[in-house]
């Protein structure tokens, strides 16, 4: 029986060796971030429809439970005249003939099949098979054998790329066998067939500004040798022929190998929001092929605007208003405690009115949301506190220089994640049904997700507030956001709670308590938190009651626990002013946030003596060279006044 299988594995591996379709090479590691990674099919013929063919990726380890990760279907694609292609991401030199994205092949113990049929046959976690195989590849970098997916893919041989980091590719032999070496991207792997001529295209910066004038270079690896005319196109989305100037048919002459066409990008009078243009080939014929393509140039839109609030680290009050409905709160008047608690869940988790939507939807709400005050081409990033581009959002493995999306109550702690269909932007008009129940739609609940540079969210990681208190320098002005982040989610969502101290291990549980109630007091809501609220409710139908109504926190974790609530208690608003300072404790200096005209800061012992009397006229510091202890800092300005205390370690 043994001797019968083995003839049979020989005789079927004999058929891969001489079937149609192959896979040619592969290159499944690449130095550095995986982003030059490729797989290269080959047809026994040239110019071969690929119609009615798919490629699978099968994961070999444990997890992964040999079964499909990534499908593509290859209906509309042709090989090239030697029967190759080339499939990679745009990173991939020469430029492969079907993208995909960066870093998504595995680097084994994994494999690579072809198969007659299409993408709906093998959805994602699909066992490997053998029915409709055409040519499977086994491979690795130097892992332990796949024996699961040898025997499910029929095969006898797991081919070694190399160490990790590799700079090798897998090659498939004339005679079906495999050879590991310096990777030849549409290229026969003998040598033969035949040559190309490619084509890059350089710009001297990827950045410019409306108005500026930059030439595009194009050069062959070889002189032509004959006039060779081709033609680019600049259009992406919103970025069309009115918004520059400049040649787009270009001829090489004849014994040269370098044309150069001068752009002028036009400069307007609107805020279209910055924009990216993509240099790429419309037309090239063989032998000329490009070397890289889509080259993406950012074109920075001088209209911008400017709200008529500050950033959280210059903070203004009163200047947007709560869109709150009429009576939206009424219902929490005269309780207190649980009873409180659960009529504030009832509100902003009404089933017959709240609306959940997909993670992918975030994007587009933070865009919106935490829209930098000052430019409304960037995000305000949550910890970093400063703007970033918003067409600088993170769609690959490397986040430098990149924004994200920032989880205040981190998901491992939290138990919620994502599903398939939070990959969909759907817009505000698409959302799920959600109750106090659906813990899992706190995900995407923007509430208490905040645009992050993505170094610094990873920097945070899981870590509890005051585990975690920003980067080093930064004045901390998101301290009571996202203090009201959490409370939020702790009030929106059955199974979460705010705990002293730091649990470690309990999902669901989120500390320090203390600390998210000294970031809320030192920290009041401003300008940018209330517009983030109003934008978001157009969203979600609901509202961040701590950023309307802030005191409400201390009547359900803070001083007044037990005590009846009833709206419009206290100093009258309009007579109290919105400043806030920090760090409190403080070794002498601090950072009085909120001053927006001239301010008269008064500082007293407990006792009442005047011991100190400061003018200032904006935000920013203020040194209290005083004795370890607790003082009272009196605020004055426009006929307002607020007091606090401030304690000197």
């Known amino acids: 029986m043994k001797q019968l299988i083995t003839f049979l594995s020989f005789l079927f591996i004999g058929q891969l060796s001489y079937s149609q379709l192959v896979i040619n090479e592969l290159d499944c590691d690449t130095p550095g971030i995986d982003d030059k990674e490729f797989v290269e099919l080959k047809s026994d013929t040239p110019y071969a ?80 098979t053998q029915t409709n195989l055409i ?41 079906g066998t495999y050879s590991v070496g310096v990777p030849t991207p549409r290229l026969l792997n003998n040598g033969g067939g035949e040559v190309f001529n490619a084509l890059s295209i350089s710009t001297e910066y990827t950045q410019y500004n409306e108005g500026d004038v930059f030439d595009i270079v194009f050069t062959s690896q070889e002189n032509v040798t004959e006039d060779v005319t081709f033609t680019i196109s600049l259009n992406n989305y919103g970025f069309d022929e009115d918004d520059f100037t400049g040649n787009t048919t270009l001829t090489i002459p004849t014994g040269q190998n370098i044309v150069t066409t001068t752009i002028t990008l036009v400069d307007d009078d609107f805020d279209e929001g910055d924009e990216e243009l993509i240099i790429k080939f419309s037309d090239l014929q063989w032998p ?42 009424n219902s929490l008047d005269g309780l207190a ?46 910890y970093l506190e ?60 923007a509430h208490a997700l905040r645009a992050a540079d993505g170094p610094e969210n990873s920097s945070r990681g899981n870590q509890f507030y005051g585990q975690y208190n920003g980067p080093a320098g930064t004045l901390g002005g998101f301290k009571g956001d996202v203090a009201r982040g959490v409370f939020y989610l702790a009030i929106r969502y059955n199974g979460l709670e705010i705990v002293n101290g730091y649990p470690d291990g309990l999902t669901g549980q989120f500390g320090d308590l203390q600390t998210l109630l000294e970031w809320h007091r030192n920290d009041p809501p401003d300008d940018f938190e209330m517009n983030r609220n109003n934008i978001i409710y157009e969203w979600q139908i609901n509202r961040n009651p701590f950023i309307d109504q802030p005191d409400l926190i201390e009547y359900i974790w803070g001083d007044m626990v037990g005590e009846i609530w009833e709206q419009n208690l206290g100093i009258d ?49 203020l040194d209290i060279n005083l004795a370890s202890g607790m003082y009272l800092l009196s605020f004055k300005s426009e006929n307002k006044i607020k007091v606090t205390k401030l304690i000197v370690k």
């Open 49 to 128: 429809s690929l119609d009615g063919y798919v490629l699978v990726f099968f994961n070999g380890s444990i997890s992964g439970g040999n079964s499909s990760y990534m499908t593509i279907d290859l209906n509309g694609y042709t090989t090239d005249i030697n029967g190759l292609l080339l499939i990679g991401s745009s990173f991939v030199t020469p430029f492969p003939q079907l993208l995909i994205s960066p870093n998504v092949i595995q680097n084994g113990a994994d494999a690579v099949g072809i198969y007659l049929g299409n993408e709906e046959d093998f959805p994602e976690g699909t066992l490997a």
């Open 135 to 175: 040519d499977a590849l086994v491979y690795g970098t130097n892992d332990s054998e796949a024996t699961g997916l040898l025997q499910l893919l029929g095969l006898t041989e797991q081919i070694n790329e190399g160490p990790g980091n590799n700079t090798n590719s897998i090659q498939r032999n004339d005679d």
């Open 288 to 329: 000329y092929i490009p070397y890289n393509n889509f080259l993406l140039v950012r074109v920075v839109d001088n209209d911008f605007t400017v709200a008529p609030f500050g950033t959280p680290i210059n903070s203004t009050y009163g200047n947007v208003l709560s869109a709150q409905p009429n009576n939206y709160y």
């Open 337 to 382: 405690d649980e009873g409180l608690r659960q009529a504030l869940q009832d509100i902003i988790a009404d089933p017959n009115v709240v609306r959940a939507q997909t993670y992918a939807d975030v994007i587009d709400i933070l865009k919106e949301a935490d829209q930098n005050p000052e430019n409304s081409n960037e995000v305000w990033l949550v």
């Open 386 to 445: 400063q703007g970033r581009p918003k067409l600088d959002y993170q769609t690959t493995s490397v986040s430098t220089g990149k924004w994200n999306r920032e989880h205040t109550f981190p998901r491992s702690r939290a138990g919620y994640y994502s599903i398939e269909e939070d990959e969909v932007a759907d817009g505000k008009d698409v959302f799920w049904d959600t109750t106090a129940d659906s813990l899992r739609h706190g995900n995407s609940d």
């Open 573 to 621: 608003e309009n007579q109290e002013l919105k400043v806030s300072l920090y760090p409190n404790p403080t070794n002498g200096r601090v950072f009085v946030n909120g001053i927006v005209s001239k301010t008269t800061v008064d500082v007293f012992s407990v006792d009442g003596r005047h011991l100190q009397s400061n003018v200032v006229h904006k935000s920013g510091y």
